[in-house]
């Protein structure tokens, strides 16, 4: 069952972007920002966590899961370490992604040839 919602929440998720790109002048960076603190907002009330356990793995693959673990990450640290710890726990969660993402574009810029 949780394949099946999982492929409805990513699924209905795309569709929703796909038809805002379509009939708006957004561009692809102006959704992912939307995204991004879509999953920042749905987090800070706790409801992006609910939403995982209905969904399951499904919801930690679009791009609002990365805004889920920004804010999630620097609350967790925040109950730690007071304020100071929004700023320090922000990138706990994320920094093996952005660190993957940033390696695999330097080895693949080196590999691959861009098209003209």
């Known amino acids: 069952m ?3 919602r999982s492929f409805l929440f990513c699924g209905t ?4 972007c796909q038809i805002i790109l379509d009939n708006t002048k957004l561009t692809p960076g102006h959704i992912t920002s939307i995204l991004v603190s879509l ?5 800070t009330f ?3 966590d609910k939403i995982i356990k209905f969904v399951g793995g499904g919801a930690l693959i679009p791009i609002t899961s990365f805004g889920h673990s920004l804010i999630h990450g620097a609350l967790a ?3 730690r370490s007071g304020f100071m710890g929004i700023f320090m ?3 706990d969660l994320t920094a093996t992604g952005i660190t993957a993402a ?3 574009s330097f ?3 080196l590999i691959l040839k861009p098209r003209d």
């Not at 999953?39 to 987090?43: E, K, N, R, T």
């Open 77 to 79: 640290e925040a109950e």
């Open 13 to 16: 998720l795309c569709m929703i």
């Open 107 to 109: 080895f693949f810029t």
């Open 39 to 43: 999953g920042a907002f749905l987090d």
């Open 2 to 4: 949780y394949f099946i």
């Open 102 to 104: 940033i390696l695999f």
């Open 89 to 91: 726990g922000m990138f």
């Open 46 to 48: 706790s409801i992006y």
